[in-house]
């Protein structure tokens, strides 16, 4: 056997280890909060105030788990929160889908400005627009109601949505569309059943993308919504901080779950977003 | 079965004018080839006959029925586009069936005509498949079958073959024709490719910046090209021009050129002669110009001496490139002759072949 590890130089041995300590290094800087909020959320309320902190609880136990849903609404605001974002990715998807397919197909006056204007509603903080909407969807019966805040997120996220839309349909060639066309299909028929089933993989980025902002969101829920019924996850977590005091554990422990579907609705779609949507239809 | 008529059609984009006041006329169950160079309209012709592009002038007739507000789909037509346009997330099958499918065909209908349709272009066996687990030439055959199995009254063929390797080229291309018989439709079909259209068609139309050159059977068009574009475009490899004059003398005509001198044919005589102090192009096309050292290949015939610069054997010929003065020739010559490059030679012209055209107007004498 030759040996091939002689022409290994110890120039790249070096590299390679640097790099790799580096990488660990910004691997526990990320992983070290989510650590901190599993261990906290498994500890006693006493225990999580203990000086010098301890990383393996003592005591074990999953009381805040439970708590979360017996003392506290948990339930309610998962409802809401789970209600909210899914009607925000449907809604903004299906609707940029239907006006990214009118920015791709039509060529109407006025079409780029429109175009340009929509990324550029983009830019404005988003803290910019919660006052005013709070004055219309009160004045329209809307404030403090779960319809309201979709209304709100669709906001923010339709520009987006449409963008992204539009880049994806427009990857699908015309012909398509024409081909269907005098295959005897209607404009609102190419869209379901020719570029609609085509860019489904694509809709997973906006869909993934509506809902985290749905879901992640806390300054809309917190100034659009009032009542207990209408809390969503964030605003709960965020109601568990200095009612009277903290209780570290349930705060960690909703955190931790709050933070769940989010993970897996990821884990569960990233799969789908595959390349080549259109392989196959036309000869490039 | 219908006829299909454009009168004094126009398309402009903007300020470019793309389609310049075409009259045109498809008969019934007539193979019609549009061929042209890339760019001079004939897709946006055909676009405009399935109505996926609406016409700036003019007026288009499929059948008696004036079509020009009449949506795609209520036209009748089935058209197999230059890139196949499959829909990649339907199996061929379902591909077929669309067609079908939206015209609210009972199920058993549609099956019984895709099935068909499998058969009779041998894809029966990739039914289940994705058009991305297909080959160039077997999209090729899905398109076709797509617009087959819905059995419109017009095929439009926007070169349909340009994709596919030489070899696959001339087997769909004997395919097509075959196929063309087998249904009996009005077919348009649009090509760049003289060849293609030639062996294709019942009758070309040759377009060249959005008008119509000239229209005619193949062969008709190859041997009266009426003018000088028609005469470049149609015959491969291309036909020879010269500047050239016309003198008479004691009662017969000769062409001049720059170094040579071929006298007329009486054949020719009365038509040649209106074309008489004019500057006119003389047309010989490459296979009428013969090795004279080759023993009992053509008699007759003006001698022509030229200087051989390449020699291209391509088997059943060969092709010269040679110069005569300042102007250059192409020869198929017999695959006997011992042509060698920067040799003189001396040709044998056809000249009851000859094409005289007015170096101004363009136009055959
Ligand atoms: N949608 C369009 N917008 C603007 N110009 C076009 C469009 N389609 C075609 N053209 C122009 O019209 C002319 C003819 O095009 P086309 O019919 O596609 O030619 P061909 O099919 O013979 O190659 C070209 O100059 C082309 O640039
Ligand atoms: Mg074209």
Redesign the interface.
Known sequence: MRMEAAKIRPGDVIAKTLIWVFLILVCIYCLIPFAWMLSTSLKTEAEAFRMPPTWIPLKLTVDSYIGIWVRKNFGIYFFNSTVISLATAALSTFFGALAGYGFSRFFFKGRRFLIGFFLATQMLPGVLLVGPYFKILSKVGLYDTRTGLIIAFLTICLPFSTWMMKGFIDKVPDELDQSAMVDGCSRLGIFFKIVLPIVAPGMVATILFAFLLAWGDLLWALCLTSSEPMITVTLGIARTVGEFRIIWPMLMAGSLVGGMPAIILYVFLQRLLVQGLTAGAVKE | MAEIRLVEVTKRFGSNTAVDRINLTAQEKEFLVLVGPSGCGKTTTLRMI?G?EETTEGEVYIGNRMVNNV???DRD???V?Q???????MSVYKNLA??LK??KFPRSEINLRVTEVAHMLGIKELLKR?????S?GQ?QRVAMG?AIV?KPEVFLFDEPLS?LDAKLRVQMRGELGKLHRQLETTIVYVTHDQIEAMTLADRIVVMHNGIIMQSGAPMDVYNNPKNLFVAGFIGSPAMNFFDVRITAEKGTLRVNGDNFQLTIPAGLQDRFLQAKDRELVLGIRPEHIYDRSIKGSFAGGEPLKATVEVVEPIGSQVILLASCGSENLTACVDPQTRAKPNAAIEFLVDTNHLHLFDKQTEKAY
Not at chain 2, 83 to 89: D, S, T
Not at chain 2, 130 to 134: F, Q, V, W
């Open positions: 399935a996926l949506p795609p789909k037509i089935a058209m586009f890139n196949y346009a499959l829909y990649p997330h669309f067609g939206q015209r994705k058009p991305k687990e297909l160039g999209r797509r819905r994709n």
